[in-house]
């Protein structure tokens, strides 16, 4: 009954932990507040594909590449059904637009936000592939939440640690860079090549739990380590999801 109850509390604590860092990241749909009703902003699109934007006012919407000094564009929100339709044009993998929304109510026009919201673009990732990737990232966090409590509770930790460590490798280094290649064209754009966040906090984990492996290949894997190994894998994970992902830099030709 302990062990069940204890997977039942890892499972919750992955399920909270996934779930904060992806409502929290920059690529989730910014929600507003619309006469009572909320509505959501596309931050993220695919490649290929224009980004719409369905609200119940007429408006139009401002945009301009990212970083940029463009002209702001116009794009006119017009009757579809029983809202408004606008839609952005699509942007190669990783490029990125700044866009602003403002809507007619009661005679006037009104910013749908205080900031401008930016939305990505990014490259269509075979299904499978992605569902793959998923469940392989959070059955390691599973398992290294699962692992943690193993210590807490004085459990055998070998066969715990070994699960985590390889569902990590294959997470960080073989569906990961799968997945990038697809979405942004590029198998790693972590270090030492970039800065991506999410390339990064896989690769950071991954190296979290090597030193409790190499200990549990000797059969001498301890408390401790597992305790550190899982507490950086925690911090890792609260950065939210795709923060400092990859981006596209535009040529001063295209800022106009």
Known sequence: MKRILLWVLAFL???ALAAYQ???????????????KTYRLPRSGVSGKPACINLPFEGKILYRHHKTRE???EIPLVKKGQEFQGCLPT??????LDYEVLLKIDGKEVPATKNLVTIR???EVPPLVL?????VIFSAM???????????FGENLRVYVFWTFYLFLAGAFLLGPLVQKYAFGVFWSGFPFGFDLTDNKSLIALLAWLYPYLR????KVTTKSVAVAWLIMLVVFLIPHSLLGSELKYTNSSQG
Not at 146 to 151: D, K, N, P, S
């Open 13 to 15: 604590l992955t399920v």
């Open 22 to 36: 992806r409502l929290t990241g920059p690529t989730h749909p910014k929600r507003i507040k619309i006469a009572g």
């Open 71 to 73: 002209p702001w564009k």
């Open 91 to 96: 942007e190669p993998p990783a490029g990125k």
């Open 121 to 123: 673009f990014k490259g």
């Open 131 to 135: 569902i793959l990737h998923i469940l």
């Open 142 to 152: 599973l398992l290294a939440t699962r692992t943690f409590l193993a210590a807490l």
């Open 216 to 219: 549990a290949l000797k059969g």
